[in-house]
């Protein structure tokens, strides 16, 4: 039997199961439905089992390939990290970073008060116009009430 006929026996037997009451399963026959599944895997092409084994080794030489190529980064990283630890070059870099550091974190702390200024002018702003609508609104509810009376 071809693949496609044995899909279609395990369709019809799935389909021909008994339905579960209140739930979505149902019942079948389980050692017809593993042998034809079996059948299936018997019928496959011997190329779809080289390809599956194909993969298979491609994936291990892939991950293989990965380690190797990490533990070159990482002994390369050591070598250059060493000389360039030794390089004067290095030393003044290091002071460079160090202004650079300290020349942010100074503009850094310039832009956060700045920042906090304008926040506070802002909210000073809101808390006038907020006053502004209070007063308007209790100017409203006092003419409302003197003519209730």
């Known amino acids: 039997m071809n693949i496609i006929s044995l899909l279609d026996l395990l369709e019809d037997e799935l389909e021909r199961g008994v339905n579960v009451p209140f739930a979505s399963k149902a019942l079948i026959?389980?050692?017809k439905c593993l042998e034809m599944i079996k059948d299936i895997r018997l019928s496959l092409p011997e190329e779809i089992k080289q390809a599956e084994w194909v993969k298979k080794e491609q994936q291990r030489i892939l991950i293989e390939a990965q380690k190797e190529a990490d533990a070159i980064s990482v002994e390369a990283?050591?070598?250059i990290r060493a000389l360039v630890d030794e390089n004067e070059i290095t030393q003044n870099a290091y002071q460079q970073s160090r202004e650079?550091?300290?020349?942010?974190q100074n503009s850094a702390?310039?832009?956060r008060l700045g920042a906090n200024e304008y926040a506070d002018a802002v909210l000073e702003d809101v808390e006038?116009?907020?006053a502004k609508q209070l007063e308007t609104l209790h100017k409203n509810r006092q003419e409302l009430n003197s003519k209730k009376r």
Do not use: G
């Open 29 to 31: 026959d389980r050692e």
């Open 100 to 104: 650079i550091l300290e020349t942010a």
């Open 77 to 79: 990283e050591q070598r």
């Open 128 to 130: 006038m116009y907020v």
């Open 109 to 111: 702390k310039e832009i």
